[in-house]
């Protein structure tokens, strides 16, 4: 169940859809893609997501956060992904300060498991959806 959501303040402006709601039974967070920020190249696919917490989370040094963009590399035929970057902010859905940001030059590989919502994201970046 796919929803859609515009978010048309803070850093990013784009539309999220909803890709996975744990907030009644699972950890408080719900998962969004950004299908207007995919980049294609080759069998490669980069595109965000965000997760979003009903929870306040805080970091080493307290400061508070409730969402994380990321910006993820899917290979379509090797069944992988990679994160590339991510920001955390202070606000709901990407909004607030920016409270920590990194990009992960070196970041592995990780292999796309069935049924996760690692597996949703890669589908939707690779138009398998």
């Not at 980049?39 to 965000?50: D, Q």
């Not at 090797?78 to 300060?97: A, D, H, I, P, V």
């Amino acid at each position: 169940l796919l929803m859609l959501v515009a978010a048309c303040s803070g850093p990013v402006a784009t539309e999220w859809i909803m890709v996975k709601d744990r907030t009644p039974t699972g950890d408080g967070s719900v998962t969004y893609a950004a299908p207007s920020t995919i980049r294609k190249s080759f069998t490669t696919v980069k595109m965000w997501s965000l997760i979003d917490s009903t929870v306040i989370q805080g970091d080493a040094l307290d400061r508070p956060r409730f969402s994380w963009i990321d910006d993820w590399e899917y290979d379509c035929q090797g069944q992988t992904l990679r994160l590339l970057r991510f920001s955390e902010y202070s606000g709901k859905m990407g909004t607030g300060e920016n409270v920590f940001s990194q990009a992960l030059a070196g970041s592995h590989s990780l292999p796309v498991n069935p049924g996760t919502v690692s597996e949703t994201l890669w589908k939707l970046a690779c138009g398998k959806e």
